[in-house]
């Protein structure tokens, strides 16, 4: 049968049917075991049934407990003890800044570790895919300084956060396309001729494309380094603390992620807290911890050269540090005698890769540790929940006599 159909196959008319009819006898007469014994067409018949019905059943099933579990969560936001929810990662920068902001109200709220890959716990209530995402009274913010602007200011002056909210319009600013294509219309609709109309078309497609090539339509908030309600006398203040939260967010952060991810080892232990943290199975934990630290490995890679950050990354993180403390002029904090937002938010970027290499390197050879030690002192005695309970990466804060005798 071989030696007839490799022969004929290309000639016969009828070889695909005899290829087939071939095929399915070899397949019905073939024992692995040398035997050749006649097996029955309807052997599987008997069995099609009840595994079809088991895999409809399993599938079901499946449904069933994903819906219920994506209502559990969108009726979690509305129980009254989890006024505050935060979606995060617990070594995001952005999202320790918010986590810190929330610290220092002293405000009990509820932490969600979103799975870095499937991101099921955020799809469950938003089509938001980035983290931080924070439900302030079923009112979802996003982006870190907005989200610490809102509350502050709705802190201070008593306002319902969903009327801040108007005050921090967003405006889009996509890039301005100088190469479209336009066609001149006629003044009588009947008069364009099916050619026009094709050109037209194309016209359309041809401006859709270049324009995501040239750049997509972003999305921006003037006002989100801007706290509301503050008085005349402390506008000198407010323009600095604006002037550091700014620094903080165009710079200090870039410094973060390549120093993180310097190399294959400080990436898997950036990821090792998924093995104490976040509901997650065996699987889960080891493929986030692998797959997670091989991408950031290679995104901290890109990030220093996009921001043209030196070979020794090192060099520039301590750099970025010691800037930080010379801009306090030797106060405590930058705000004085009390934290501001700028220190709290410093604060949080800090924490985000605090017990890691990279930061063992840095109280070495900056003196950034007082100030952190003075900061987490400070966010210990205001937080509701406690410093540890929210990022279990956290060690014990020291007390103020080790920090003395050290």
């Not at 503050?230 to 710079?251: F, G, P, Q, S, V």
């Amino acid at each position: 049968q071989h030696y007839y159909i490799t022969n004929n196959l290309s000639t016969d008319m009828f070889a695909v049917q005899r290829f087939t009819r071939a095929a399915r006898q070899f397949t019905r007469d073939f024992n692995p075991h040398g035997r050749r014994e006649h097996v029955p067409r309807s052997f599987v018949g008997p069995f099609m049934r009840p595994i079809i019905a088991m895999g409809a059943a399993t599938v079901g099933c499946w449904c069933m407990w994903y819906y219920t579990k994506s209502a559990r969560a969108k009726e979690a936001l509305e129980r009254p003890d989890a006024r505050f929810v935060l979606y995060q990662y617990s070594n995001c920068p952005f999202c320790s800044k918010v986590r810190a902001y929330l610290h220092s109200c002293g405000e009990e709220f509820q932490i969600v570790e979103v799975n870095p890959v499937t991101k099921k716990e955020t799809k469950a209530i938003s089509d938001y895919k980035k983290v931080p995402l924070l439900v302030a009274d079923g009112i979802q913010l996003k982006e870190s300084t907005l989200i610490t602007s809102i509350l502050h200011t709705h802190f201070t002056q008593g306002t319902p956060i969903s009327e801040v909210i108007e005050w921090y319009p967003a405006v889009s600013q996509g890039i301005e396309d100088t190469n479209k294509v336009h066609i001149k219309s006629t003044e009588k609709e009947e008069l364009v001729t099916v050619t026009d109309k094709i050109y037209g078309v194309y016209c359309n497609l041809y401006t859709a494309w270049h324009s995501y090539k040239k750049g997509k339509e972003e999305i921006t908030y003037p006002n989100k380094y801007r706290v509301m309600g503050y008085d005349e006398d402390a506008h000198d203040l407010m323009l600095n603390e604006a002037k550091w939260r700014r620094w903080i967010d165009t710079h200090f952060v870039h410094l973060i992620s390549p120093n993180v991810y310097r190399t294959w080892k400080e990436a898997l232990t950036a990821f090792d807290y998924f093995t104490t943290n976040g509901n997650f199975s065996d699987f889960e934990k080891s493929y986030i911890r692998y797959v997670g630290a091989g991408a950031m490995y290679m995104i901290g890679k890109r990030l220093r050269k996009r921001h043209n950050l030196d070979r020794d990354v090192r060099i520039e993180l301590y750099s970025g540090l010691n800037n930080w403390l010379r801009s306090m002029k030797g106060k405590k904090f930058q705000g004085g005698d009390q934290p501001n937002l700028a220190d709290i938010e410093m604060y949080g970027m800090c924490s985000a890769f605090y017990g890691m290499p990279c930061w063992e390197d840095a109280i070495q050879n900056t003196k950034i540790e007082k100030w952190y030690n003075r900061m987490e002192r400070h966010l210990q005695k205001k937080s509701a929940i406690g410093l540890t309970s929210a990022n279990p990466t956290l060690q014990a804060v020291p007390t103020q006599n080790d920090t003395m005798s050290a």
